[in-house]
């Protein structure tokens, strides 16, 4: 096959393997832990190693990302900003507190 081979079997194993877990969780998994686990991805992505992480999304992304409409996911926010996961928010994104969305996902 060669080099170039290997890298394009390797890239499509990649996708394949996103989109089965995609699946997986659209199939198994309710729509606010695929919600929480969404904000965690993204936090962490964004956070640099710190507690607090600013999110620039909006709700509609958010529902586009978890396979749901925005007034789920808005109603989940309204609860985490009670729960204190979501210490601010903006038309245009959030602040989160990783340690109490991971508390929050620990006891799912």
């Given at each position: 096959?060669?080099p170039m081979g290997n890298?394009i079997?390797?890239?499509?194993?990649?996708?394949?393997r996103?989109?089965?877990?995609?699946?997986?969780d659209l199939?198994?998994?309710?729509v606010?832990?695929?919600v929480?686990?969404?904000?965690?991805?993204?936090a962490?992505?964004t956070?640099?190693?710190?507690?607090?992480?600013t999110?620039?999304m909006?709700?509609?992304?958010?529902?586009?990302?978890t396979?749901?409409?925005?007034?789920?996911v808005s109603?989940?926010?309204?609860?985490l900003?009670?729960?204190?996961?979501?210490?601010?928010?903006?038309?245009?994104?959030?602040?989160?507190?990783?340690r109490?969305?991971l508390?929050?996902?620990s006891?799912?």
């Amino acid at each position: 096959i060669g080099p170039m081979g290997n890298r394009i079997i390797e890239s499509l194993c990649v996708r394949l393997r996103h989109l089965t877990d995609m699946v997986e969780d659209l199939t198994f998994k309710d729509v606010e832990y695929r919600v929480l686990t969404t904000l965690l991805k993204v936090a962490c992505e964004t956070s640099r190693g710190q507690n607090i992480a600013t999110i620039r999304m909006t709700h509609q992304d958010i529902a586009s990302m978890t396979g749901t409409v925005r007034e789920v996911v808005s109603r989940i926010i309204a609860r985490l900003k009670k729960e204190k996961v979501i210490i601010d928010s903006s038309v245009r994104g959030f602040t989160i507190d990783i340690r109490i969305l991971l508390r929050l996902l620990s006891n799912k």
